[in-house]
Nanobody, 123 residues
Framework: EVQLQAFGGGLVQAGGSLRLSCSAS????????IGWFRQVPGKEREEISC????????YYAPSLKGQFTISSDNAKNTVYLQMNSLKPEDTAVYYC????????????????WGQGTQVTVSS
């Protein structure tokens, strides 16, 4: 059974940091990209970043590059998203995602979704 489990969300003050993690199980990631999207109520799910499992290439949405950093631990089948200098507008449900396109730019490219983890940034 394919599973993506996301952890690490929570409440943080503006300017703070959080690290999300996403563990994948039930399939081999070699031919996939794994990444993160986020969504606020009433808006479309938005791309954040992704990493190619095969060669470690990374992609960031232009508006978030420099604020977020994606990394992976291939031995643990886990991807991390380090989020720094958080702002109230970063408040959203964050989803990890896997697809065989790189970069994972749109939700339509995603084959598997994690359950989502809430990030709330207070002002």
């Amino acid at each position: 059974e394919v599973q993506l489990q996301a952890f690490g969300g929570g409440l943080v003050q503006a300017g703070g940091s959080l690290r999300l993690s996403c563990s994948a199980s039930g399939f081999t990631l070699d031919d996939y990209a794994i990444g993160w999207f986020r969504q606020v109520p009433g808006k479309e799910r938005e791309e954040i970043s992704c990493i190619s499992w095969r060669d470690g290439s990374t992609y960031y949405a232009p508006s978030l590059k420099g604020q977020f950093t994606i990394s992976s631990d291939n031995a643990k089948n886990t991807v991390y998203l380090q989020m720094n200098s958080l702002k109230p507008e970063d408040t959203a449900v964050y989803y990890c995602a896997v697809g065989d396109h790189y970069p994972l730019r749109t939700p339509t490219m995603v084959e598997y979704w994690g359950q989502g983890t809430q990030v709330t940034v207070s002002s």
